[in-house]
């Protein structure tokens, strides 16, 4: 493991992206406070949100989907639903009057 400032991260990033194969972790501190640690990238776990899934479906807490496909297939597209000019105006007209 190696540290480094922020200032000397910035100026030299390229260098200590390169040092990661070798080093495998860098801290990043501010005025001597660790704030950021640089690592590799877990090959095991690419996507986190695929695991914590997993974990609440493993937990009850969610279930999944019994359906395959677009729930939302046969729904018509915004283009297809064609509304009288004037139709938006009136309706909100409409419900001001009522208050």
């Known amino acids: 493991?190696?540290?480094?400032g922020i200032r000397d991260l910035k100026n030299n990033l390229s260098r200590y992206i390169r040092r990661l194969g070798v080093e495998k972790r860098i801290v990043v501190t501010d005025h001597g406070t660790v704030v950021a640690e640089l690592r590799l990238p877990d090959?095991?776990?690419?996507?986190?949100?695929?695991d914590r899934y997993?974990?609440?479906v493993a937990a009850g807490v969610v279930h999944p989907a019994t359906d395959a496909g677009d729930p939302l297939a046969d729904w018509p597209s915004p283009n297809e639903l064609s509304l009288p000019p004037g139709t938006v105006t009136a309706l909100i007209d409409e419900d001001r009057a009522d208050r």
Request: proline content about 13%.
């Open 43 to 50: 090959p095991q776990s690419e996507d986190p949100r695929a």
């Open 54 to 56: 997993a974990a609440l």
């Open 1 to 4: 493991m190696i540290s480094t």
